[in-house]
Structures are given as C-alpha cells and as structure tokens.
C-alpha cells in the first residue's frame, strides 16, 4: 500500500527552526518527484516546495531563502528544513508524491496525514 507518514511539525516563535520528515513506502520513490504543502483553513493550499527524482528543487516565493527541501533516496524519506520562521508559515504541512497542485496529488492518494506547523510573536 501506498504511505506517506510526516513528522517534525510543532510550535516555535518568530525566528525558530524546524525540520519536517516524510517516510514514504509503496511506490518507487527514487524516480518520484516529491512536494511539501502547505494547508491554512480558508485558504488555497500552497505547494511549498517540490523536489524531483533528479534533485531539482522549486521553492514557493514565500519561503526562498528560508527553507531547504531534501531527500534521501536510500531511505525513502523527504525533508523540509524550516529556518527563521515566521507567522505566515503556520499551518498544516503534508507530504505529496508526484509533484503536481495539491488538488491532483490528493486525489491520487499520494498524500500523507499531515503535521502541524505554529510560528508564534
């Protein structure tokens, strides 16, 4: 079956750092490209960064320059390292594979249960 399991989410104040991991399963991961998004209620779900198969890296506006997307292939695991965090990043972080709109890598059940993400004053 296909799993995709994130974790690293948690509360910090403006300027802190984490690290989210995804562990992914059932699916050939080394020739998947893979994303983070972002989940705010009420608002559009934001691909956040998005890294591919052949180490390409995208990195929404919002964040360029903070955070760090990597993966490590030998363990089927993506990583976003979140640095000098503010307020606008909290939300709810999930892990997709295929590196598409959030829309279609839900739909496709590519999609993991999420971690939350609060950035304080």
């Known amino acids: 079956e296909v799993k995709l399991q994130e974790s690293g989410g948690g509360s910090v104040q403006d300027g802190g750092s984490l690290r989210l991991s995804c562990v992914v399963s059932?699916?050939?991961?080394?020739?998947?490209?893979m994303g983070w998004y972002r989940e705010v209620p009420g608002q559009e779900c934001v691909l956040v960064s998005r890294?591919?198969?052949?180490?390409?890296?995208y990195y929404d506006d919002s964040v360029k320059g903070r955070f760090t997307i990597s993966r490590d292939d030998a363990k089927n695991t993506i990583y976003l390292q979140m640095n000098n965090l503010r307020a606008t990043d909290s939300g709810v972080y999930y892990c997709?594979?295929?590196?598409?709109?959030?829309?279609?890598?839900?739909?496709?059940?590519?999609w993991g249960q999420g971690t939350q993400v609060t950035v304080s004053s």
């Open positions: 059932g699916f050939t991961f080394d020739e998947t490209d």
């Open positions: 997709g594979a295929g590196g598409g709109s959030c829309h279609w890598t839900r739909l496709g059940g590519y």
């Open positions: 890294i591919s198969s052949d180490f390409t890296t």
